[in-house]
């Protein structure tokens, strides 16, 4: 029995020594990871926005966070934008085959009310006539318009009738707070007739060539425009071809009162012959400057086009710019690399420029996903209107083709092509696109 018991100590202190001696490498071995830091920045954003994870571990073989987004090195970050409050895990699995976990909450918070649309049928309006609001919010639990109309529904018009100059406001309310928007009509006398608009298209032509008129008055008796044209109706247009340059004067009479207008329409005469009869040079269009305000950007950045032309009859920037007038400013979000190309037209030549705009992408982050793209309804009559509506996930800016570009509202679009037509939605962030297309069809009406 002594002997049992001292075989039995001496294997014990055997294997305390053995212990001893292996202690280092056994305790490597057997060592859990440390997570040394799992943080979100900021831990509360609104429906849309975005936070930062950021994390740090030591000793792990692998590290996995939950989730939407799989194993992940021992350090760094990644940009996140969930769509509710969200609880995110990082286990970090060490060589043992045992883990440790930390989480931290994202809380996601409603965000205010969007405001689609809230615009009046005019901006001007005789003392006694009608104008109507119209208006189009999603997201909100009540709706007031201020003053006199009062509480209303989600979308919808209204029919107003100030005696003065009033600016409506409305105002949309949910629990996350408050969005506003505000549209104003200039209420005039009845004594005094309104010149809503009288243009000239295009304003500058050649020997031969045509321009065209356009005006719209209310609260007038008699419309007429001077240089022969006589007496008009109220609202219209006419084709004229001066052979010299000449201005043209819109005057609009209630009996009581008068109002003026003017317009001028240039005829470039460079190229007809001079006295001597020598034919003078006929020359293109002179494209004075054409530029991006930046030439290099960052995927989501926009850039803005500047650019001044004399002497063309039309003149277009491609490409998603389209028609554009002599000079002027275009806001542009490319979405690669892209050579913007001006061209500039009249009947003796076409002058072009080109800028280059280049576009970097983060490469350490996620791309946007487009959720879902609609048309409502996607066939519509001639003069009809559609709906577009959008959810994306990750996206710091979306655009839409066909002249659209940034929507007012972050969910839905109104639209009423004259013809069928197809928009592309595209959704942007710094690391990288989504594209989703849907069809407006559009049938003649009875």
């Excluded at 009288?198 to 419309?223: H, K, Q």
């Excluded at 460079?270 to 034919?279: D, E, F, H, S, W």
């Excluded at 554009?324 to 037209?345: C, D, R």
Aim: overall charge neutral; proline content about 5%.
């Amino acid at each position: 029995m002594i002997a049992r018991v001292s075989i039995i100590l001496g294997i014990v202190v055997a294997l305390i020594v053995a212990g001893i001696a292996l202690q280092g490498p056994i305790s490597k071995w057997f060592a859990a990871p440390v997570v040394t830091s799992f943080d979100a920045d900021p831990s509360t954003i609104t429906s849309g926005q975005e936070a930062t994870l950021q994390w740090d571990v030591t000793g792990a073989t692998s590290i996995v966070i939950s989730p939407d987004i799989g194993p992940v090195s021992s350090s760094g970050t990644r940009k996140i934008s969930p769509d509710m409050t969200t609880t995110y895990t990082l286990v970090a699995g060490g060589q043992s085959g045992g883990s440790i976990r930390k989480s931290i909450t994202v809380t996601v918070t409603a965000a205010p009310p969007a405001i689609n649309s809230f615009s009046l049928n005019t901006g001007s309006i005789y003392v006694g006539q009608t104008a109507t609001l119209s208006w189009n919010v999603t997201g909100a639990t009540s709706v007031s318009i201020n003053p006199v109309v009062g509480a209303v529904s989600l979308s919808g018009t209204q029919n107003v009738s100030p005696d003065l100059t009033t600016t409506y406001t409305l105002t949309a309310s949910n629990n996350a707070g408050n969005s506003t928007a505000s549209a104003t009509i200039t209420v005039t006398a009845a004594n005094t007739p309104v010149i809503l608009s009288f243009t000239a298209r295009p304003t500058i032509i050649n020997p031969g060539e045509s321009s065209t008129l356009t005006w719209d008055v209310i609260g007038s008796a008699t419309v007429y425009i001077d240089q022969s044209l006589g007496g008009v109706s109220s609202k219209g247009f006419k084709e004229i071809i001066p052979t010299e340059t000449k201005t043209y004067t819109l005057t609009a009479d209630n009996g009581s009162s008068k109002v003026t207008k003017s317009v001028t329409v240039t005829v470039d005469t460079k190229n007809i012959a001079n006295k001597t009869g020598t034919a003078i040079t006929k020359t293109p269009p002179v494209i004075n400057t054409f530029s991006a305000s930046r030439n290099s950007i960052a995927l989501g950045e926009n850039i803005t086009l500047t650019w001044a032309v004399d002497g063309a009859r039309t003149i277009s920037i491609s490409p998603d710019v389209g028609d554009v007038p002599s000079s002027g400013w275009s806001m542009v979000i490319p979405t690669a690399t892209t050579a913007y190309k001006l061209s500039a037209v009249n009947t003796f030549g076409t002058e072009t420029a080109e800028t280059i705009v280049s576009v970097s992408v983060s490469t350490d982050g996620v791309a946007p996903i487009i959720r879902s793209f609609a048309a409502s309804p996607s066939s519509i009559t001639e003069g009809g209107t559609s709906n577009l509506s959008w959810s994306t996930k990750g996206a710091t800016i979306v655009t839409i083709n066909q002249g659209i570009g940034i929507p007012v509202s972050k969910y839905s679009q109104a639209v009423s092509p004259e013809q069928t037509t197809a928009y592309t939605l595209t959704a942007i962030n710094s690391y990288g696109t989504d594209n989703e297309t849907v069809t407006v069809t559009v049938t003649a009406g009875p």
